[in-house]
């Protein structure tokens, strides 16, 4: 390091002293100042481009007042100090980052005078905001016993508020400024809502001062943070967007946005928000993208069933984390098991094992062994166990997930969306060169949780468990609406952690278990084999025999055979049973606290698949969920609806079965395909041009019609095989009602 020392006097006057320059990486400017016993020193440095750390060293050369605000490399960094001794003290200005940018400087210190009693009161205050500051960054290096140093960062931020709150009253800046540093105190230390309550008093001051200054965009920024963190993401998105609709550039607000569309569903934006911010800072001059972008990208990868682009991703600033036996911070966990989750989405246990086990060793010996955090940890770390065939390991594990998670104060739900009170929805997956998820929707009852649907992979049931031990709830029910295996799936894995757990659903899955599974097993045999040598090929193919293969783990212990009233937890619920329809008897929940129904597959989207349904069947059941008072309604694929939307639905799904075909779409002899354009609408998330392929929609109608009679055997799938072209051409259909006509979209391999 080498030093700029300026060795000026400062002169006291009564116009003060101001003077600037420019700074950059690790050089070092002081201004000299000489002070007798109980002088005031008061300024401000301010920033343009630049970070800087300010300190105050007395005449022995220790340091007394260091500060370094939250503002980044725009705005002031506060001196005041009352000097213990006559003397000649320095105001010395470093970059916080050794490798930072030149930026500029304005340094502005008034006359030095006698200090009044308030202004001593004044100056202890902002010596404890500045220690608490000191305290914080120390705990976030993440080093073993940064806990320590949180509650130092806690007692002085603390102090600080209630000294600034009786000496300037409740609405001046500088109670922001200590409700600041104990916002990002609570947050790091898990206390979420404290967190989010401190920022959100702390923006209500600024915007009343100064709104669209930098500073109060930062304010947004961070509660949006916090409102992640207390699962309220759409709060968080209106907090982003509020926030880059002023600015625009602002890392931070665009990558809590990804994550804000990601907690939502919406993961196709949340991925191109975040892939832009990694590409622009991959392509700019400097370090590249930070790890915490680089893992928000893969973690929105793997929600999306990408785990190679994942860890492709990951490997960028895998080399960012310590060499062993140099240990790893706290700082360094949300890597290590964004790797680790990578590495068990493609089979790797062992490297995910170890990568786990780093990452929880870490987190213990920074924060302890109850911090939120660790929810996570332990979750990733007992799935896991279970790849390894450890059950009784894993449900420890979760258990005690859970039970660090029951504090209400530290309740996070990752990617789950509030559908009502008491009712979160976990988007399923329908991607077209992939086997589905179903929506799962989770109702949260006195005696624990009750589960509808559980997925079809264990990423997606592993987000049921997550969801748990976030809310520090056990599953202790499940409700399946139809035995399709991306409803059931997970039930295997919910009843090997949560023994005692309760199935409830219809018993079509007895005769499913001998026509249709027992087809579907056979051919997976024969995809197998097909596929031997390829093990990308074999995994998921291996994953759908298990769970056909699972047996009595997908029968229910409580049958339902008929609609009404039942308690299932200790919540109020009606059930109703619909044969036949999707399948040979099809079960619909509704709560009528909340009027939300969950329809299960009755209503569908982006398309109703016929292949196991008695269309008529179906046609009457949407007509019985008509007569249920509802005004939300979770469908087993797709976002929520609303009434109107379900009747939209409805009546399209009517013009479905009349086969009012375009005329145009018919006229086509289907040995030349030619594709078109034609405009629909199903619901307002879903108004787009849809393509049409007559040979996949000839063959769409030709299973309509195959179904039509109703035949039992249809409904446990036996006469599949009259409709073999699907297996090897793969179609998805949208319907919208136009002119009472059919509109189709077909996608060919």
């Given at each position: ?86 003397g000649t003290y320095f105001v010395e200005l470093q970059p916080l980052d050794p490798a930072a940018r030149e930026g500029a400087y304005r340094l502005r210190l008034e006359a030095p005078r006698p200090a009044t009693p308030r ?543 375009d005329v145009e779409l018919m006229r086509h002899d289907g040995r030349n395909p030619e594709w078109f354009g034609h405009t629909g609408k199903t619901h307002e998330r879903f108004e787009l041009r849809r393509a049409v392929h ?56």
């Amino acid at each position: 390091m080498f030093m700029i020392l300026s060795a000026l006097l400062l002169a006291a006057s009564a116009a003060g002293t101001a003077s600037e320059g420019r700074l950059s990486g690790s050089a070092t400017r002081q201004e000299r100042i000489v002070l007798r016993a109980g002088d005031l020193l008061s300024g401000a440095v301010e920033q343009d481009g630049i970070d800087l750390v300010v300190r105050v060293k007395g005449p022995g050369g220790a340091t007394l007042l260091e500060v370094d605000s939250p503002n980044g490399i725009q705005g002031p960094e506060p001196v005041l100090l009352v000097a213990p001794v006559a003397g000649t003290y320095f105001v010395e200005l470093q970059p916080l980052d050794p490798a930072a940018r030149e930026g500029a400087y304005r340094l502005r210190l008034e006359a030095p005078r006698p200090a009044t009693p308030r202004d001593r009161d004044l100056a202890r205050a902002r010596g404890l905001w500045a220690t608490a500051w000191q305290e914080r960054t120390l705990g976030l290096a993440g080093a073993p016993g940064a806990r320590a140093h949180y509650d130092k960062a806690r007692a002085a931020g603390e102090s600080a508020l209630a000294g600034w709150r009786g000496l300037m009253g409740p609405r001046d800046p500088m109670v922001a400024d200590a409700l600041d540093v104990l916002g990002y105190v609570y947050d790091e230390i898990g206390e979420y809502v404290r967190g989010r309550d401190a920022f959100a008093d702390a923006l209500a001051i600024r915007e009343a001062a100064e709104p669209g200054a930098p500073r109060t965009l930062g304010t947004r920024s961070d509660l949006g943070y916090l409102y992640l963190a207390t699962g309220e993401p759409a709060k968080a998105q209106e907090m982003f967007e509020s926030v880059l609709a002023t600015d625009k550039t602002r890392a931070a607000a665009r990558q809590g946005l990804a994550r804000a569309l990601q907690d939502q569903g919406d993961l196709a934006r949340a991925r191109e928000i975040a892939s832009a911010l990694v590409a622009e800072h991959r392509a700019a001059a400097g370090p590249g993208p930070s790890t915490s972008e680089v893992v928000r990208l893969a973690e929105i990868d793997l929600a999306l069933g990408r785990p190679q682009d994942a860890r492709a991703e990951l490997r960028e600033v895998a080399g960012r984390l310590p060499v062993p036996p140099a240990p790893f911070t706290n700082g360094h966990a949300s890597l290590l098991e964004a790797l680790a989750d990578a590495d068990l989405a493609l089979g790797d246990v062992d490297s995910a094992s170890r990568r786990i086990a780093a990452a929880r060793a870490a987190r213990e010996a920074a924060m302890g062994e109850d911090h939120p955090a660790l929810a996570r940890t332990l979750a990733i770390e007992a799935r896991v166990r279970m790849a390894q065939g450890d059950d009784a390991g894993a449900a420890r594990l979760f258990a005690r997930a859970a039970s660090i998670q029951a504090r209400p104060n530290a309740r996070a739900t990752g990617d789950a969306i509030a559908v009502a009170p008491g009712i979160d929805l976990l988007r399923g997956r329908f991607v077209l060169t992939e086997q589905p998820d179903g929506n799962t929707t989770i109702l949260r009852a006195p005696q624990g949780l009750v589960v509808v649907d559980t997925g079809r992979h264990a990423a997606h049931t592993e987000r049921i468990v997550d969801f748990a031990a976030a809310m520090g709830q056990p599953v202790v029910a499940v409700v399946n609406t139809h035995w399709h295996v991306d409803h059931v799936g997970g039930d295997v894995m919910l009843r090997r952690l949560f023994p005692g757990l309760r199935v409830y659903a219809s018993t079509a899955i007895e005769g499913a278990r001998t026509g249709f599974l027992a087809n579907y097993r056979k051919y997976l045999e024969g995809a197998v084999a097909k596929a031997a040598g390829d093990p990308e090929k074999e995994r998921p193919l291996r994953a759908e025999l298990a769970l056909i293969d699972a047996g009595a783990a997908l029968v229910p212990d409580q049958p339902v055979t008929k609609a009404g009233p039942v308690t299932i937890a200790g919540r109020k619920l009606e059930l109703g049973v619909q044969p036949p329809a999707v399948t040979a008897a099809d079960v619909w929940v509704y709560d009528p606290a909340t009027r939300v129904i969950l329809s299960g597959d009755l209503v569908t989207l982006p398309t109703p698949l016929f292949d196991t349904a008695c269309p008529a069947g179906w046609k009457a059941a949407l007509d019985g969920l008509a007569s249920v008072p509802f005004e939300k309604l979770v469908p087993g694929h797709g976002p929520v609806l609303t009434r109107d939307q379900f009747e939209t639905y409805r009546r399209a799904f009517g013009n479905l079965l009349a086969f009012e075909i375009d005329v145009e779409l018919m006229r086509h002899d289907g040995r030349n395909p030619e594709w078109f354009g034609h405009t629909g609408k199903t619901h307002e998330r879903f108004e787009l041009r849809r393509a049409v392929h007559l040979p996949a929609a000839l063959v769409f109608i030709r299973q309509v019609r195959l179904l039509a009679d109703c035949r039992a055997e249809h409904q446990s799938g036996v006469g599949a095989g009259e409709v073999d072209e699907f297996s090897d051409e793969p179609i998805h259909f949208l319907i919208a009602e136009q002119d009472r006509r059919l509109v189709l979209r077909g996608f060919l391999r």
